[in-house]
């Protein structure tokens, strides 16, 4: 790939560099897991897409500019840069939209999305289960065929965004009779607060409620909210979880920014000789990814589907991630552990990145079994 960039992306550029410039909230927004924090981020989902910035890749139908991987890239790196807000939408629009573009109907498309940009409409992702998180495909949540639609009942747990969010989408064993736990499963779409749906909010290390279980009896579906066909809801899952361990979750430009804040903490701090080697590596380690994730998309707008080599980008920023947020909290010593500095934030969030999106003890076995060749392990 060719990492000089033309004229009209570095132009794209420095267009998003302006309006963030002149747009970004002078002051942090609350955090988005509470409710003001949640209902501030929603606003700002709003400000972004009436100019076109909340999805710079979509299609212009759709709300975004129709601008590609690449700038998308470059939009990403400008964002964080600027220290704009975390993006309360980011399940719809990672997650579910990618899912939508590959397998989804147009009505569904034409319906789902635009609300989606403008933050109208913010969505949470449920698919972990008590006995069903890395193994996926072992749940239980059914979804039983009923007139025009279908019945969902069970429970899903650990669910992202869903104490404050609108809609939620995951996977139900439809067909319960096929011999194989993947086979069977058909991926929904549905309303956080339609009948029979309970929202328990489960809270964090510092008391915010990050997630949530979600307890469902008997909650109507329609047709039109299934994605794909019926009973293959599996393969239209692994096509989500490609984009959530691979290139869509976690841009770059989130470290590229981090490192830099991390080396100007440190300078802050007298440049102390404890630190160098950390700061350094984490400087290094963003640079790398960022030329990784390059790198992926160029093979991905060559046609190359994102395999199982999206479990590397996930155990790399995932484990990135604690070890920049670690060093931050050191370099700041007892003040590190206020609760509501941005460090501490980050880096109670990042503690949960080994774990979800697939843990990264999975991620390894299929970095071993599929990229290596290696056998199996004892399971």
Not at 59 to 65: D, E, F
Not at 219 to 244: H, K, L, N, Y
Request: aromatic share 10%.
């Amino acid at each position: 790939m060719d990492l000089a960039f033309t004229q009209e992306e570095e132009a794209f550029r420095a267009e998003a560099r302006g309006w963030l410039k002149a747009h970004v909230p002078s002051a942090p927004l609350p955090s988005l897991e509470t409710e003001e924090g949640f209902a501030a981020h929603r606003a700002w989902e709003a400000a972004l897409a009436a100019d076109r910035w909340s999805v710079v890749d979509w299609p212009t139908a759709y709300g975004g500019r129709d601008a590609g991987l690449v700038r998308w890239l470059l939009f990403e790196e400008e964002y964080y840069a600027a220290g704009a807000p975390g993006r309360v939408g980011q399940n719809g629009v990672s997650l579910l939209a990618p899912t939508l573009f590959g397998h989804g109907t147009e009505e569904q498309r034409a319906r789902v999305l635009p609300p989606m940009a403008r933050g109208e409409v913010v969505w949470a992702q449920a698919w972990s289960e008590p006995e069903a998180g890395s193994d996926l495909a072992s749940l239980r949540s059914r979804a039983v065929r009923t007139g025009g639609g279908w019945l969902l009942s069970g429970q899903k747990t650990w669910s992202s965004r869903a104490a404050f969010a609108d809609r939620a989408f995951g996977l139900f064993r439809s067909d319960p009779d096929r011999p194989r736990p993947h086979q069977g499963l058909t991926y929904l779409m549905f309303d956080l607060r339609a009948p029979g749906v309970t929202v328990r909010p489960i809270r964090r290390l510092d008391g915010k409620p990050a997630f949530a279980e979600l307890f469902l009896d008997e909650v109507f579906v329609p047709d039109e909210d299934v994605i794909g066909r019926p009973g293959e809801g599996w393969r239209v899952a692994m096509a989500t979880a490609a984009d959530e361990r691979g290139l869509t979750l976690r841009s770059p430009g989130r470290f590229l920014a981090g490192a830099g804040r991390l080396a100007a903490l440190w300078r802050a701090r007298g440049c102390p000789d404890a630190a160098r080697r950390r700061v350094a590596d984490a400087l290094i380690g963003a640079r790398a990814y960022q030329l990784f994730t390059y790198a992926a998309a160029s093979r991905h707008l060559d046609g190359v589907s994102l395999g199982p080599e999206s479990s590397l980008n996930k155990v790399f920023w995932s484990e990135y991630d604690i070890a920049l947020t670690e060093t931050a909290l050191d370099l700041l010593g007892p003040e590190g552990e206020l609760a509501d500095t941005e460090w501490a934030e980050r880096y109670v969030f990042s503690l949960a990145g080994p774990v979800y999106a697939g843990t990264n003890e999975i991620q390894r076995d299929i970095i071993a079994e599929r990229l290596l060749g290696l056998p199996k392990g004892r399971r």
